[in-house]
């Protein structure tokens, strides 16, 4: 069963009632980020009963040893963590000398939390009766500022509700936290020291190992039904604790408030000894501006977001809700404003997985952000992997490749592979083709030829290098093979020839050496320069050339299909469906042994494939790949479902494409793989936009030129979306039986629809 407890809406997710088992599945889904620092949903006020406490920087991590049974050459030496931060967002709340804590109190009710996607805030209300009789309403609003991102700000009501009262509130900061998934139980974090100057307090404290140097920072006021109060406090603190104790008389049916900002000052961004002196700006600033001017500056800021970024869908709230949750997500994890920094699988919501930077980035999320906001953005990423090739090219070394291969890692923070699974570190090499592939993509979507000349040359060559190497020549098939991987379906390890990797090997060579040629022909420069630096010889393009022209793709004659890899058809072909229920997830029921040993399919595997090079095969070959493929498919991975309900698009089965849809947009919300609890799916959020935007708009790029093919599926009255096509806002609304194109630019594009031009002019509605 999935879980169903989060309200139908528009705009906000919405959790009505308190249940202690869901606590820490909300935690993940209420989660907000401003792309610099983010937070789980944990209570302000101390919580007694299952939790798990989150707040992380961007770009802070520790390398925590590698724990493995023994050690393999060619293994990372470490586990990149993301790391659990000094948390600033407590305050204890004591009423007449009880705690108020809702593991741990007579009663809880209208329990509501509220995150408002719109305009990017964080609510909760209840009423609670304590032990000692008490009743109070509690009411808190908090938020991570956008417009001042290493800010984020709190306002904390309690009511007195059936009699007077002494309330103390004691705002606390804590560096005294761990980890959840520490290897070895290390020690983190090193406080520097504590201190204090009149409402504002901080923390400097340093992550061992990698020295990155953060100040925590709170400032506090106290009002009474709206006056500010002015007032003695009490301060306590230890080597890594503070807080400031307030005690009030409140009357019954009056309102006490705390308002607290807070947040990081990093040594990323500001010199290591001037920490304490920014933060100490930034709390200053944001006490003149006030919490509610800051609230509307947040609003403005996700206005400004959604703009571009909404993609509105008419007749079905589940799905409406649904795509607004992922685009507001992928938008609370990265904003584009750093190069330092990607978009990590669990964003700042969790710590699972490790590492800032998958795959997931250039397969799944340039799409999005190269056409809601602007193809910088993408470069950014691009960019990233670029500094990263030295990196690449010692990961390579390290497993025995020579000559400049480049290997980019699975897991990285900084380059370095941190992954330690060898069936994963040494084997699920089909990474390095996301990376040239996404090279590939932007061009072909920004028309930015650019990017490849001053940088993207020099990658795609130490990718084709490592392809190179890793195939050898089979006499038996008289052609050249990949052995020993693990494809994007991670339910199989070590296997020969998986096609997709395969395929993906032979592509990347054959563009690595189109672009040689390109860029020779109109970069001179750029050429000489390259050639220079990489050694490039006529005999090794010789040698690649060979490699791309004769690789090996398993196939069945009798089904007429690429086979996943050598000896998929050995398997005992059960198909899902006829999988007893009570064995799903496999992966939370079954041994790993027998996982290996059946057919089923983690995600798109051959069909992911068939996603990144569509033009290279039939509509009717698609079908055939999708037949046979999809019903060995668990979908137990984020990113299967959206690349399925692609394909269910493009081969007009819009009620598996809906379902599909469906299954991308809520898998949190609705948590399918039983596992929200630690953390959301960012990366795959990306997969949801595409879902929509590819698969039910049809958006290609073909010929250089916008292409769609719109569908709609019945459930729906209409939905709509926007794409920054190279610099111009096109708006498409499709409805049931014509589409709409709305251009917001200063020049015509034509675009083709169904495969017949149509010409748009600026501000100029077109129907279809």
């Not at 209570?43 to 802070?60: D, L, N």
């Not at 470490?78 to 741990?104: H, M, Q, T």
């Amino acid at each position: 069963m999935n879980q169903d407890y989060i309200q139908p809406n528009n705009w906000s997710i919405i959790e009505e009632g308190f249940d202690a088992d869901r606590i820490k599945s909300s935690e993940s889904i209420f989660s907000i980020g401003n792309g610099a620092m983010g937070q789980r949903a944990n209570f302000e006020e101390h919580y007694s009963g299952k939790t798990f406490q989150g707040s992380y920087i961007a770009g802070v991590y520790y390398p925590d040893k590698t724990r493995v049974g023994w050690w393999k050459n060619g293994y990372p030496e470490y586990f990149a963590k993301v790391l659990n931060a000094p948390n600033w967002i407590g305050i204890k709340v004591i009423i007449n000398g009880e705690s108020l804590d809702l593991a741990n109190c007579k009663e809880v009710k209208n329990f509501r939390r509220e995150l408002n996607m719109k305009e990017g805030w964080l609510s909760r209300s209840f009423e609670i009766t304590l032990h000692n009789f008490i009743e109070v309403k509690v009411e808190t609003t908090r938020f991570l500022s956008l417009e001042m991102d290493e800010l984020g700000a709190i306002r904390y009501n309690v009511t007195l509700l059936n009699n007077d009262a002494q309330v103390v509130f004691a705002p606390y900061l804590d560096a005294g936290i761990t980890n959840e998934d520490s290897n070895w139980d290390d020690k983190f974090w090193n406080t520097l020291n504590v201190n204090f100057e009149d409402e504002q307090a901080f923390i400097v404290s340093h992550t061992m190992k990698t020295e990155f140097h953060v100040c925590t920072a709170m400032q506090t006021q106290v009002s009474l039904n709206g006056t500010v109060l002015k007032q003695e406090k009490t301060i306590n603190d230890t080597i890594d604790y503070i807080e400031f104790q307030y005690n009030n008389h409140v009357n019954k049916g009056d309102t006490i408030t705390l308002t607290k900002f807070g947040g990081y000052t990093v040594d990323r961004n500001h010199d290591k000894n001037e920490l304490v002196s920014v933060a100490k700006k930034t709390l200053t600033k944001a006490s003149q501006i006030g919490f509610e001017k800051l609230l509307e500056l947040q609003k403005e800021s996700w206005a400004k977001i959604w703009k571009m970024a909404d993609i509105t869908i008419k007749g079905d709230v589940k799905a409406q809700q649904g795509i607004r949750f992922n685009i507001f997500q992928l938008n609370q994890t990265y904003l584009g404003k750093d190069a330092r920094l990607n978009i990590g699988p669990k964003g700042f919501t969790g710590e699972k997985y490790g590492g800032s930077t998958y795959w997931d980035t250039e397969a799944y999320c340039i799409p999005f952000y190269m056409s809601t906001k602007d193809q910088e953005v993408a470069r950014k990423l691009l960019t990233y992997r670029y500094h990263h090739l030295e990196k690449a090219i010692e990961n390579a070394a390290k497993l025995g490749f020579t000559n400049g291969a480049a290997l980019y890692p699975m897991v990285t923070m900084n380059g370095e592979e941190c992954h330690n699974e060898w069936e994963i570190t040494f084997e699920e090499i089909h990474r390095n083709g996301a990376i040239a592939f996404a090279i590939y993509n932007y061009h072909r979507y920004t028309g930015d030829y650019s990017y490849i000349p001053e940088k993207g040359l020099e990658v795609l060559i130490g990718i084709a290098r490592f392809w190179h190497q890793r195939a050898n020549f089979s006499t038996a098939q008289n052609k050249y093979v990949i052995l020993g991987v693990t494809g994007p379906n991670e339910y199989e390890n070590n296997v020969n020839n998986n096609f997709y990797t395969n395929y993906l090997a032979k592509w990347c060579i054959d563009y690595a050496l189109e672009n040689i040629d390109k860029v020779k022909e109109h970069y001179d420069s750029d050429y000489t320069r390259i050639m220079n630096k990489a050694k490039l010889s006529k005999a090794e393009l010789q040698e690649w050339k060979k490699v791309a022209d004769n690789m090996y793709f398993p196939y069945s004659e009798q089904h007429d299909v690429y086979l996943q890899q050598d000896g998929f058809l050995d398997k005992e072909l059960i198909t899902v469906a006829n999988l007893d229920k009570s064995q799903r997830p496999i992966n939370q029921k079954w041994s790993w042994d027998k996982i290996l040993r059946s057919p089923y399919i983690k995600q798109a595997d051959t069909l992911q494939g068939f996603y990144f090079f569509e033009d290279h095969f039939t509509n009717e070959e698609l079908e055939r790949h999708f037949d046979f493929y999809e019903p060995f498919t668990v979908h137990e991975s984020s990113l299967s479902p959206c690349v399925h309900s692609i394909q269910a698009a493009k081969l007009d089965r819009m009620d598996q494409a809906y379902t599909f849809y469906l299954r991308t947009s809520r898998l949190d919300l609705d948590d399918y793989n039983h596992e929200v609890e630690e953390g959301l799916h960012i990366t795959s959020m990306a997969g949801t936009w595409m879902s929509i935007v590819e698969g039910f708009g049809g958006m290609r790029i073909k010929n250089d030129t916008l292409s769609f093919v719109p569908k709609i599926p019945n459930q729906w009255d209409g939905y709509s979306f926007k794409v920054n096509f190279r610099n111009q806002i096109l708006k498409v609304n499709v409805a049931q039986g014509s589409t709409k194109f709305e251009l917001i630019g200063t020049e015509e594009l034509k675009i083709f629809v169904n495969n017949k031009e149509v010409l748009i002019k600026p501000n100029n509605l077109v129907s279809v």
